[in-house]
């Protein structure tokens, strides 16, 4: 048996968690309290992701704007989703919500626009 140790991102408490893995699978978790802090030990162990937040640039304008993925991607993929991102110039206008790349990296997550660019 393999015990992991992380700290809980999903709320400002930060539990420290501890997972018990057994033949490479999550099977338990302690030092939670909250279910969220469950389901984070037992998914960060096995598979961590993250939402990739940054920002972006249009092609016809001088202020970058915020965009972020509408789901968590494999963590092991940020740097090779945030250079793509970093290579498309949509351009504006761009409003909050709208879809400025879909399948970013072929996870299935496309990336939003989190405010306006007009």
Do not use: W
Not at 95 to 108: A, E, S
């Amino acid at each position: 048996m393999e015990i992991k140790q992380f700290i809980c991102i999903n709320c400002p408490l930060g539990c420290h968690l501890s997972v018990e893995m057994k033949n490479g699978k999550a099977v338990s978790v302690s030092g939670n309290t909250c279910a969220r802090g469950k389901t984070y030990g037992l998914q960060e162990a096995v598979a961590p992701q993250r939402v990739l937040t940054c920002l972006m640039r249009a092609s016809n304008r001088e202020k970058p704007f915020s965009i972020k993925t509408d789901r968590p991607i494999p963590k092991e993929l940020l740097f090779q989703c945030a250079n793509e991102i970093y290579q498309v110039r949509p351009e504006a206008p761009i409003y909050m919500g709208d879809v400025v790349i879909h399948n970013l990296c072929g996870t299935g997550a496309d990336v939003l626009a989190t405010q306006d660019l007009v």
